[in-house]
């Protein structure tokens, strides 16, 4: 098993950057691609990023250019630089990694809130 902590969430303004913090505790070794995921109340769950342990990323079009994902696989650990924040990135951010072949696990959250 793996859990996920993440740390970073908190209030910006429109504009500034924030980073977040995910590592990974348990069968680390077991972890395959790891990413960021962010959910806004009533709607789903969205794509942020993903990396895979070589480093290769993938982005959608809506942050692309803004955040910045990336890994240390030595401490297990997943990173999310997010710069030129918009009001509209405000969400409850959730780190993802996949475990083995067929199995994954989710962090329980950071809140990022973007607002003057």
């Known amino acids: 098993q793996v859990q996920l902590v993440e740390s970073g969430g908190g209030l910006v303004q429109p504009g500034g950057s924030l980073r977040l913090s995910c590592v990974a505790s348990?069968?680390?070794?077991?972890?395959?691609?790891m990413g960021w995921y962010r959910q806004v109340p009533g709607n789903e769950r969205e794509l942020v990023a993903t990396?895979?342990?070589?480093?290769?990323?993938n982005y959608p079009d809506y942050v692309k250019g803004r955040f910045t994902i990336s890994r240390d696989n030595a401490k297990a650990t997943v990173y999310l630089q997010m710069l030129s924040l918009k009001p509209e990135d405000t969400a409850v951010y959730f780190c993802?990694?996949?475990?083995?072949?067929?199995?994954?696990?989710w962090g329980q959250g950071a809140l990022v809130t973007v607002s003057s």
């Open positions: 993802n990694a996949g475990v083995g072949p067929y199995a994954e696990a």
């Open positions: 348990g069968s680390t070794r077991d972890i395959t691609v």
């Open positions: 990396i895979t342990r070589g480093g290769a990323t």
